[in-house]
Nanobody, 111 residues
Framework: VQLVESGGGLVQPGGSLRLSCKAS????????MMWYRQAPGKERELVAR????????NYGDSVKGRFTISRDNALKTVYLQMNSLKFEDTAVYYC?????WGQGTQVTVSS
């Protein structure tokens, strides 16, 4: 069972990134999927959640209106589109679902 994130990187404030999380080894479509993030010295926080079929999404207050979570069950992939990025979005972003965690991908917002 594996979750592999990709798409992180360095971006300027106001920029955009799209994270992907590819699942393997489990029945992806029966689980809600989440994106979390953890900034240095801070606790891990929930960024976004999407239901099994993708019909319901929830977001942390700090990212509402800027981030969009989506999924493709045929590809066993969950995405996080991040727009209007701010310095405070800098963190390691983790994919979670089915009781599993990915290894994380670093997002750095800097000018």
């Amino acid at each position: 069972v594996q979750l592999v994130e990709s798409g992180g990187g360095l971006v300027q404030p106001g920029g955009s990134l799209r994270l992907s999380c590819k699942a393997s080894g489990f029945t992806f479509s029966i689980y809600d999927m989440m994106w979390y993030r953890q900034a240095p010295g801070k606790e891990r926080e929930l960024v976004a959640r999407i239901s099994k079929a993708g019909g319901t999404t929830n977001y942390g207050d700090s990212v509402k209106g800027r981030f969009t979570i989506s999924r493709d069950n045929a590809l066993k992939t969950v995405y996080l589109q991040m727009n209007s990025l701010k310095f405070e979005d800098t963190a390691v972003y983790y994919c979670n679902g089915g009781g599993k965690w990915g290894q994380g991908t670093q997002v750095t917002v800097s000018s």
